[in-house]
C-alpha cells in the first residue's frame, strides 16, 4: 500500500509540475505581440533612467523616463533626454513631460515663456492653482518646433530643478505614407470624374457623377485633415511641463541597502513566490478536479484489483 501511495503522488506531483510549466509558457504569449526591452542608467545628477521601446503594427513608440536625485541647493539641474541623431526620413512625434521645483516661481515662469518664444514655439494651454499665501502650481502644455527641442531640453534646467522628466517618441512615417497615398488615388479619382461630368450628357448620369464626387471630396477632406495634424504633431513637439513652487528644493539621496534591509527584501521576494506557488497549484487542481478524480478512481480500481489479486493467491497458497 505505501508504494501504492507514493506513486499516486508521483503522478500528482508530475501532473501539477507540467501545468505550471504550461502555464509558464501561456504567460508569455502575449509577448509575441510586441517587442519590448527595459534597461536602467545612471546619469551625472540624475537618478535611474528607465526607457523601453513597444512596436504595435505601423506604431514604434519609445520611452524614457528619470527621475533627479541631486539634492540641488541652487535649482540648477541638467536633462539628461537625448532626441539621437534626426532622420529626415522618418515621421516621428515627440512628447516630452518635465516636472520641475522653483524658489523663485515668477520668474521661472517667465523664464519658461521667454524659452519657449525664442525657439519659435507657443503655449497650447496652461492652468494655475495654489495663491494666496500658498505654493502655487502651474502646469503648461507647449508646442516646440521639433528642430528646437534638443534646445529646449538643454536649457529647461535653468528654470527650475528636475525632479523627474519623460521623453516618448512615436514613429508614425507608414501611417503617413499610406494617408499620402490614399489622398492621390482620391485626387485622381477626383479629376477623372470631373472629366465625366463635363462629358454627361443626361440628368440622372449627371446626378450619379455627382454623388460619387460629393463622397469623394468628403474622403480627401477627412485624409486631408489627418495628414495635416499629422504634420503638426512631427513639426511641434508637445512639452508638458509642470512647476511646483517650493520652500526648499526636495533632498532625494540614494543610500545602499544594508545588510537587513538586503535580507528582508529576499524574504519578502521568497514569501510572495511561495504564494504564488502555492496560488497557481490551488488553480490547477481544483480547474482539473474531474481528471484528478477520474485517475484516482482509475488507480484505486487498479489497487483493488491488485489486492483482490493478492489475497485470492494467499488463499490458495494456504489450502494447499
Not at 502651474?138 to 531640453?153: A, E, G, H, M, N
Not at 477627412?222 to 511641434?236: D, G, H, K
Not at 513637439?237 to 538586503?262: A, D, Q
Request: hydrophobic share 40%; charged share 25%; net charge negative.
Amino acid at each position: 500500500m505505501k508504494k501504492t501511495i507514493a506513486l499516486i503522488l508521483a503522478i500528482l506531483c508530475a501532473a501539477a509540475m507540467f501545468s505550471a510549466c504550461g502555464a509558464t509558457e501561456a504567460d508569455r504569449a502575449p509577448e509575441a505581440y510586441y517587442d519590448e526591452s527595459i534597461q536602467m542608467n545612471s546619469s551625472a545628477g540624475l537618478g535611474d533612467k528607465y526607457s523601453y521601446t513597444v512596436e504595435d503594427g505601423d506604431y514604434i513608440s519609445t520611452e524614457s523616463v528619470s527621475e533627479s536625485l541631486t539634492d540641488s541647493s541652487s535649482g540648477n539641474t541638467t536633462s539628461s533626454l537625448q532626441l539621437g541623431k534626426p532622420d529626415p526620413s522618418r515621421k516621428l512625434i515627440y512628447n516630452v513631460n518635465y516636472t520641475l521645483e522653483t524658489k523663485t516661481y515668477d520668474d521661472s515662469v517667465a523664464a519658461l515663456l521667454d524659452l519657449t518664444a525664442t525657439l519659435g514655439g507657443y503655449t497650447e494651454s496652461s492652468d494655475t492653482r495654489g495663491g494666496n499665501g500658498s505654493e502655487r502650481y502651474s502646469t503648461y502644455v507647449l508646442r516646440i518646433p521639433s528642430d528646437k527641442l534638443q534646445d529646449f531640453i538643454s536649457s529647461v534646467g535653468t528654470i527650475g530643478s528636475i525632479r523627474r522628466e519623460s521623453l516618448s517618441t512615436q514613429d508614425i512615417t507608414l501611417e503617413y505614407v499610406d494617408v499620402e497615398s490614399r489622398l492621390a488615388s482620391l485626387r485622381a479619382q477626383e479629376a477623372r470624374l470631373i472629366e465625366l461630368l463635363g462629358q454627361a450628357k443626361d440628368l440622372d448620369e449627371v446626378l450619379r457623377i455627382e454623388e460619387s464626387l460629393a463622397n469623394i471630396r468628403y474622403e480627401i477632406e477627412s485624409y486631408t485633415t489627418r495628414l495635416n495634424t499629422m504634420s503638426s504633431l512631427v513639426s511641434y513637439s508637445t512639452v508638458t511641463v509642470e512647476l511646483n513652487e517650493v520652500i526648499e528644493y526636495t533632498p532625494v539621496e540614494r543610500k545602499p541597502l544594508t545588510f537587513g534591509e538586503k535580507l528582508a527584501r529576499e524574504f519578502s521576494n521568497s514569501i510572495e513566490r511561495v504564494s504564488d506557488g502555492f496560488q497557481s497549484f490551488v488553480i490547477w487542481f481544483l480547474g482539473n478536479i474531474v481528471e484528478i478524480l477520474l485517475v484516482l478512481a482509475l488507480i484505486a480500481a487498479v489497487v483493488l484489483a491488485h489486492v483482490l489479486v493478492i489475497r485470492l493467491i494467499i488463499r490458495r497458497c494456504r489450502r494447499k
